[in-house]
């Protein structure tokens, strides 16, 4: 994988139609009361950084500002690193039958929005081919979005505006959305359908589930060991850096450190022999910079972003 993500891949709708999908779907704000979203964006801004996500969150204005700001940027990048791992890649546009995918802290539509521009471009050749297999080969896209807190305005916007932009003819069939606002640490694995999924994203969110409950958010990871079918795959991304260190006991270390202990198990026990891990490490990267096009026209600042990722499958 290299350390940069293309600003384009073919696989996926070019960046500006994807920004354009938050330029409809948030029209009223962007280009009726621009000046009022930059004033949510400065106390979002503010209560991030004090790490208040209550505070950030806890007002629908200030989600939309939140997605407006932030959103389409992280939606180009993941477009670009779903496409790029080939694994995913395959999960959202071609495996057969129903795919599963559960995005924890999905609710300001990052991810949905790049997964809805990877799965679309296909759209005739998926019908076609759909309305020639049997019902149980037919390629379903189910993407349920976890989030703590109301993100339903703002998913229901996007969906409204994925059906209308991107999905005609038929295809919104093949693409179903669903939004639970739940705190994922306090779901069981009914209520997630963990034994069903294929893929599990966490992207910028392990930082804050361990942030609220450490032991919570360990019990959670080991709960998608339990429970998760095999061939699932899991995808984490978090800021490389020091932003991502987590302190256990006396120690600072990096939160990935953490995970793939968890997840891959322990190198060298007592006598140097190796307590193994239900997953596999199956790509990863310590810092991917994904750098967007320049000439991509939206009203507010498209970040850059640096970040790492892991993507394990399960055994
Ligand atoms: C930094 S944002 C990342 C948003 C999005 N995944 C992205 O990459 O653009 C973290 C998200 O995790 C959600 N979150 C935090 N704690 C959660 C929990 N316990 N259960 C579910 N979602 C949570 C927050 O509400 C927020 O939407």
Known sequence: MPPLLRAHHEDTLPPQEVVNVFQRAFGKELYGSLEEVQSLVQKVKTDLYNRDYTAAFDDDTKRVAYCCRWSPARAVAYSSLFAQLQEVNQIVRWSAGDQRILCVGGGAGGELVALGSLFTPDRHTRIKSNNDMDEADRHILNVHLVDIFDWNNVVG???AQIEESWLYNG??????????????????QNQLQLSRLNLITLLFTTNELFSEDKTGSIRFLQALSTYCQPGCHLLITESAGSYSHITVGSKKFPIQFLIDTILLGKRGGKRGEETHGRWALVNKTDSTWYRGDPDVDYPMKLENMRFFFRLYKKL
């Open 171 to 188: 295809q919104s069939q093949y693409f179903n959305i669903q939004f639970t606002p739940n705190d994922v640490l306090k779901m069981d």
């Open 157 to 159: 916007r996007l969906t």
